[in-house]
């Protein structure tokens, strides 16, 4: 269970103030995977990373009782001078799991080849993001935070990252933003939709989609 406690955030771009979140509150159930909608700019990766702790609310707070991801795919924390593998191995340290056990399944999942063992400064986009969504599934955590990341890669590796994290939901929770319906309605069952700082709650993730599209039009 994830509970927000009167979330806001607000910051200051190009002198003019915006609202990411005006005193949301809200419970992310345990073990469900909920699809989080909104438009372009309506602040859904930021609430993201508030809630993994990345970044900080102006106020409120954020209670958990279990372990929270990091964004998946999210490729920032990695160092640019140490490789795949030195990265993946200093995560597994941070995380306290088996070091080769994490390295050989993100070393087979992502399908870096010799880039694996090559420095992170020289990886393209694409396969920054492949390491970075290994390293996330190779660690159990008891709520995912996906982030667009499904879309990925090739037409064969976007169908494996789907079904690891389909087996991974056996066990665990997800919040996921993705532009994807059809992604939305395969990988989750309830639906949240922020608008202007606000989160309208929907126990269907297909009332969500509607209202979503309806939200669009406007």
């Not at 103030?17 to 949301?24: L, N, P």
């Not at 999210?74 to 306290?96: D, K, M, P």
Request: proline share 2%.
């Amino acid at each position: 269970m994830i509970r927000l406690e009167n979330i806001s955030k607000s910051y200051v771009l190009d002198g003019v103030r915006r609202t990411v979140a005006d005193g949301i509150s809200v419970v992310f159930p345990t073990g469900t995977s909920v699809g989080l909608f909104g438009r372009n700019g309506a602040g859904k990766s930021t609430l993201l990373r508030i809630i993994a702790g990345t970044i900080r609310p102006t106020s409120g707070r954020i209670l958990s009782d279990g372990t929270i991801s990091w964004p998946v795919g999210f490729a920032g924390s990695f160092h640019g001078e140490l490789t795949g593998a030195q990265n993946t191995s200093f995560i597994a340290r941070v995380y306290g799991v088996d070091t080769d056990a994490l390295t050989a399944f993100v070393e087979d999942f992502a399908e870096l080849g010799p880039h694996f063992h090559m420095p992170f400064r020289t990886y393209s986009s694409g396969m920054r993001s492949r390491l970075a969504f290994g390293v996330s599934m190779g660690i159990r955590f008891d709520t995912y935070l996906v982030d667009e990341v499904t879309s990925v890669g090739d037409a064969a590796f976007r169908k494996k990252s789907e079904e690891v994290f389909n087996a991974r939901m056996h066990d665990s929770g997800a919040i996921v933003v993705s532009h994807s319906m059809e992604l939305m309605r395969r990988l989750c069952t309830m639906g949240m939709v922020l608008e202007k700082g606000r989160l309208v709650v929907f126990d269907d993730i297909e009332q969500a989609i509607r209202h979503h599209l309806g939200n669009m039009k406007v």
